[in-house]
T-cell receptor, first 113, second 114 residues
Framework: GESVGLHLPTLSVQEGDNSIINCAYS??????FIWYKQESGKGPQFIID?????DKRQGQRVTVLLNKTVKHLSLQIAATQPGDSAVYFC????????????FGAGTQVVVTP | GAVVSQHPSWVICKSGTSVKIECRSL??????MFWYRQFPKQSLMLMAT?????????EQGVEKDKFLINHASLTLSTLTVTSAHPEDSSFYIC??????????FGEGSRLTVL
């Protein structure tokens, strides 16, 4: 079936460097995408979202890029900090099914000093 | 602070018993809540959509008689894992949508079945 997936299961980043986390999706009906951060034993924490009518959105230290042509989503974290160490998930929401999210596999980000 | 609360945050039970997990929206009403399951080092998988005042909608492969969902009020949905077995051990997470469209997740409930 259609799914959201990630290219890299683990990303090791040096403190202060930029991180890029990638996500591929296959459901062309998806119109809303969200990035979540999950720390061990906790629920997902919203980071940033983007609608399908946009290709870029910026937040505080984070940027999400959406390429609908190749069905690709990325999360960029600037000046990665130790507190950014967590698992990051992309999630998609299809038009007409608000709130029903399909999550990608997740990427473990490890920030090294 | 949290706007969606889950209780208990963790529970250990014996095989064959039933366990109830609550999901509450703390400062808003949620006609729809969602239940997810997450196995260790895996992603979140949507189990069901909980609808206030009506039956829950289950995703393919999720046994409705195994995972009973009750959405009795606009601020509370409960998930009951009936006759739990070790393979039901997982992290159960709920989410709720405010009428503004914002989605909020609970902190999750870890179930361990011995």
């Amino acid at each position: 079936g259609e799914s959201v997936g990630l290219h890299l299961p683990t990303l090791s980043v040096q403190e202060g460097d930029n991180s890029i986390i990638n996500c591929a999706y296959s459901n062309s009906a998806s119109d809303y995408f969200i990035w979540y951060k999950q720390e061990s034993g906790k629920g997902p924490q919203f980071i940033i979202d983007i609608r399908s009518n946009m290709d870029k959105r910026q937040g505080q230290r984070v940027t999400v890029l959406l390429n609908k042509t190749v069905k690709h989503l990325s999360l960029q974290i600037a000046a990665t900090q130790p507190g950014d160490s967590a698992v990051y998930f992309c999630a998609e929401n299809s038009l007409g099914s608000w709130g029903k999210l399909q999550f990608g596999a997740g990427t473990q980000v490890v920030v090294t000093p | 602070g949290a706007v969606v609360s889950q209780h208990p945050s963790w529970v250990i039970c014996k095989s064959g018993t039933s366990v109830k997990i609550e999901c509450r929206s703390l400062d808003f009403q949620a006609t729809t809540m969602f239940w997810y399951r997450q196995f260790p080092k895996q992603s979140l998988m949507l189990m069901a959509t909980s609808n206030e005042g009506s039956k829950a909608t289950y995703e393919q492969g999720v046994e409705k008689d195994k995972f009973l969902i009750n959405h009795a009020s606009l601020t509370l949905s409960t998930l009951t894992v009936t006759s739990a077995h070790p393979e039901d051990s997982s992290f159960y997470i709920c989410s709720a949508s405010r009428n503004t469209g914002e989605l909020f997740f609970g902190e999750g409930s870890r179930l361990t079945v011995l």
